[in-house]
């Protein structure tokens, strides 16, 4: 037999109560969107790759680097990010690229192997769901990595500043219509 209680006391749903259930889940939802938004830029940038953003392609660790420069100096002028914000942020967001590249690596590499596996004759069902597994523990590591990042960033932002970014990502990734 299961008991459920319920708390209808005065406190449980007070307005500051409530207010602060909306901003905390304001919060996780924008963390999870400027996720979605960094895992974008920093995969392309982290993976060494020639990618192609904008007229920018990305091959060299140097092009790799010019291009974090530009991310952030862009972001930094939408957000209106003083000087000491900056000291704080460009570690992080270069040392979160330093630690992905690897990841990114390791993840083509997975993704390689999966389809050289799903080539053989006869198909080894094993082998697949190792590969599988191992796909998954990297791109949750990378996905740990890339919320330690936004959370770290968003440290350093004040709440107006991190409801630009979400409001800016919003714009950018909103599903196209049509």
């Known amino acids: 037999m299961k008991v459920t209680i319920m708390d209808n006391s005065p406190s449980s749903s007070t307005p500051a109560r409530r207010s602060l259930r909306r901003f905390f889940k304001g919060s996780v939802i924008a963390a999870f969107v400027a996720g979605a938004a960094l895992t974008a830029g920093v995969a392309a940038v982290a993976s060494g790759a020639p990618h192609l953003h904008g007229r920018h392609a990305i091959g060299s660790p140097e092009q790799a680097a010019k291009h974090v420069d530009r991310m952030l100096a862009r972001l930094y002028s939408e957000l ?83 409801q630009q970014l979400v409001d800016h990502l919003g714009k950018h990734h909103a599903p196209k219509q049509g």
């Open 80 to 162: 209106n990010v003083n000087a000491a914000q900056q000291t704080q942020i460009d570690p992080l967001v270069k040392q979160a690229v330093t630690d992905l590249l690897p990841m990114h690596r390791q993840l083509h590499e997975a993704h390689t192997q999966a389809l050289q596996l799903l080539a053989q004759t006869p198909l080894d069902r094993n082998a697949l769901e190792q590969a599988r597994q191992r796909h998954l523990q990297l791109a949750d590591q990378a996905s740990r990595r890339l919320v330690q990042l936004v959370a770290d960033v968003g440290d350093q932002l004040t709440p107006a500043q991190r």
